[in-house]
């Protein structure tokens, strides 16, 4: 009973971690940490048994880390960052058609033609 009030306080530790960041890109890195931390050791074991598969692992761990950011990301941030495109691109078109319905019409220049 004892080892699994261990790894609930640890899991709740590393939740908490999570959360005492100040902004999202800092919650997503420290919630991917763990494949970080676990693909260093699979890298490190690469290079001592087959030296030659080394950069092929770390290509891997890297991309399987670069998943769980992107997937995190798209969780919980990507409604909030479309909410902000579409706002910027209202106001920049009220601005562009404020804008042009503000400028004056030139009048035609005059014709540099006289009459003889």
């Given at each position: 009973m004892l080892h699994k009030e261990f790894w609930g306080l640890l899991f709740l530790g590393f939740v908490v971690w999570i959360f005492m960041a100040g902004d999202?890109?800092?919650r997503i890195n420290r919630g991917?940490?763990?494949i970080a931390w676990g693909g260093n050791v699979v890298v490190s074991l690469t290079a001592l048994a087959l030296p030659s598969q080394q950069a092929?692992?770390?290509r891997w761990v890297d991309k399987v880390e670069y998943g769980c950011?992107?997937?995190a990301w798209?969780?919980?941030y990507q409604d909030?960052?479309?909410r902000v495109l579409e706002k910027q691109q209202a106001?920049?078109?009220s601005a562009k058609s404020?804008?042009?319905a503000s400028t004056p019409t030139k009048a035609p220049a005059p014709s540099s033609t006289t009459d003889k």
């Open positions: 999202g890109s800092t991917c940490r763990p092929g692992v770390k950011r992107y997937s798209r969780l919980f909030d960052y479309n106001a920049g078109a404020s804008a042009s």
